[in-house]
């Protein structure tokens, strides 16, 4: 086998395993999100506290009362952790007032 194949070969190997990295990086950072967010749910409800609104949601109306609806859902990701659909589908109910 020529060196050059080689080469490409092992190029090749690196570039997927450097995006396989991230992409495993970023949903662990997004797991870890959620995590933290039912551990205070559940913080909440082991307390008897009532449980309330997220903060959260304040700044998400404003976004959506601006009609920026996609900085809405991007903001939803970032915070919960949450997939495009799951994230989609919360901000169109605070959208609805449900």
Known sequence: MDLSWILIIIGAVLVFGYVFYNATE????????????????????????????PDINEELRELLQKGRMVEAVKRTRQEFGWSLLEAKQYVDELKAGK
Do not use: P, Y
């Open 26 to 53: 970023q949903r662990v950072k997004a797991l870890e999100t959620r995590i933290r967010h039912v551990e205070k749910l559940l913080q909440h409800a082991t307390q008897g506290q009532k449980i309330t609104e």
